[in-house]
C-alpha cells in the first residue's frame, strides 16, 4: 500500500494552520509553522486568490490530511456518509473520529495520529480483547479498548499509566488502573475539535 513519506510538517504549511501531525513537536517553537508560515515551495510566497472551488478544495485536503487517510479512501468514507440518515458532513466527522488509530490518540496512547496507526499495526492494540491490526477498523459504542501485553511494554503506555495525564473527549472514558478506554457513543459535533468546514466538503462533493 502507498503511503506519505515526505515531511508532514509541509502539510501544515500548505495548509497555512498546524494539523498537529508531529505529535509533542507541534507545541515547540521548532514547528515549522512557526518558523515558515507560508507554503512550501518556490512560488509559496506569493498571495493567489483562491476560487470557490479551491476553497473547497483545500478543506476537504485539510481533514484527509488531519485523519491521514488517502483519497480512495476519504470518497469512501463520503459516500458511505452519504447513505445514511443525517447530517452528511457530521456523519463524515463521526466516521473518521471512531477510526482505531484515531481512538488510541484520543486515549492518549500515542501523541500523534501516525504513532497511534504505527501502534495499531504492530499488533499493540486490542478491542474487547482481540488484537486488532488495522487502523481503519471502525469502533462502536460499547467497544472496550487496551493494549495488548506487548502493548503494555510502548514507552507512551508506561507514562500514561504512571501519569494518568491526556485530554480526553467526553464520547471516551478511560479507567488508568487498567489502561481501558470504552467508547461511550458517538461524538457530536461540538465534541469533535478538528478546524473543518464539513459542509464545503459536501459541496466539494457534491459539484
Known amino acids: 500500500m502507498s503511503r506519505y513519506t515526505d515531511a508532514v510538517c509541509r502539510l501544515c504549511r500548505r495548509e497555512g494552520m498546524k494539523l498537529y501531525l508531529k505529535g509533542e513537536k507541534c507545541y515547540t517553537e521548532k514547528c ?8 512550501p515551495g518556490m512560488h509559496g510566497q506569493g498571495r493567489r486568490k483562491l476560487s470557490e472551488f479551491g476553497i473547497r478544495l483545500r ?16 470518497k469512501t468514507y463520503f459516500q458511505r456518509a452519504a447513505e445514511v440518515k443525517g447530517i452528511t458532513g457530521v456523519r463524515l466527522l463521526q466516521l473518521l473520529e471512531t477510526r482505531l488509530d484515531n481512538v488510541v490518540y484520543r486515549l492518549g496512547f500515542a501523541t500523534s495520529r501516525k504513532e ?6 504492530h499488533g499493540h492494540v486490542a478491542v ?15 467497544h472496550v479498548i487496551t493494549p495488548t501485553a506487548r502493548g503494555r511494554e510502548h514507552p507512551r503506555v508506561k507514562e500514561l499509566a ?5 485530554t480526553l473527549p467526553t464520547w471516551l472514558e478511560f479507567t488508568v488502573e487498567r489502561l481501558e478506554g470504552k467508547v461511550r457513543g458517538l461524538p457530536a ?9 464539513e459542509q464545503l466538503i459536501v459541496e466539494y462533493y457534491s459539484r
Open 32 to 39: 515549522p509553522v512557526h518558523k515558515r508560515p507560508v507554503p
Open 59 to 74: 478543506e476537504k485536503q485539510k481533514l484527509r490530511r488531519i485523519y491521514g487517510v488517502f483519497e480512495t479512501q476519504f
Open 116 to 121: 497511534a496507526r504505527q501502534m495499531v499495526l
Open 128 to 142: 474487547n480483547g482481540k488484537k486488532i491490526t488495522i487502523p481503519s477498523f471502525q469502533v462502536k459504542p460499547g
Open 162 to 166: 504512571q501519569t494518568g495525564l491526556r
Open 189 to 197: 459535533r461540538e465534541e469533535i475539535d478538528v478546524p473543518v468546514q
